[in-house]
């Protein structure tokens, strides 16, 4: 009953079935009969009264306990945060032709980016620190003005206190063939090995917590030297 009405269940189906992927929009019984289920004979006491709880407020309650649900499935399940947010992330972006999920199609606000790059400064960090340096990511100075109307939206990308500089005949030419490819993503090493500029789509999908991941451990893998950091720090 509860796990009908979570977030997990949204995930697994999108995930797994081709109605849903398709934007049939249906769920089958197939698909319930699928999902790996806990065994109710190992849940411990405490588990079950949680579980009874839940579901007498979810019949009851006027407020749902939505998130407590959420928080007590994935737990359930052996989940960690980073796959809770992956979850989310994905529900978000996967729902844009839908129209509740039409804001993941919006165009990205200064907040948005902002907290994007707090989550891209926070999984650099240790990269950096170890060897006795600080991330700094923010936008690009005073080129991405209240007026920017490009598809793209950048970050720089840099040890603290350093100024990535932006050639602007270069950065055209860059979001061209990144549009040409259907490309998501843009990394340009500025000279000097002075950082990055890190290009998104300028669309709220593609600035969640988790693209912010996945876009910190693309920049470890290839791109630490090319803000002055040793790609394998001792």
Not at 162 to 172: G, I, R, T
């Amino acid at each position: 009953y509860l796990l009908t009405q979570s977030i997990l269940f949204d995930y697994w189906c999108l995930m797994t079935s081709a109605g849903v992927g398709a934007d049939f929009q249906t769920l089958n019984k197939e698909e319930l009969d699928a999902i790996p289920f806990p065994d109710p004979a190992s849940l411990t006491k405490e588990t079950k009264t949680q579980l009874q709880t839940l579901a007498r407020r979810l019949q009851r309650d006027a407020n749902k306990p939505w998130g407590e649900i959420d928080t007590c499935l994935f737990a359930l399940y052996g989940l960690d945060e980073t796959d809770v947010q992956t979850a989310r992330d994905t529900l978000f972006a996967a729902a844009a032709f839908r129209k509740e999920g039409r804001s993941a199609l919006e165009h990205t606000t200064v907040a948005c980016r902002a907290e994007f790059g707090e989550a891209l400064a926070k999984h650099l960090a240790p990269f950096f620190a170890v060897c006795g340096e600080a991330v700094h990511v923010a936008e690009p100075e005073g080129w991405q003005t209240d007026q920017w109307r490009e598809p793209w939206v950048f970050l720089a990308v840099s040890r603290k206190g350093v100024v990535v500089p932006v050639n602007a005949s270069l950065m055209k030419r860059a979001m061209e063939e990144a549009n040409r490819k259907s490309a998501s993503r843009i990394i340009v090493r500025a000279p000097g090995r002075r950082g990055l500029l890190i290009g998104l789509l300028n669309q709220r999908r593609w600035w969640t917590q988790t693209r912010a991941l996945l876009c910190a451990q693309h920049i470890i893998r290839q791109d630490l030297a090319a803000v002055g950091v040793p790609e394998s720090p001792a």
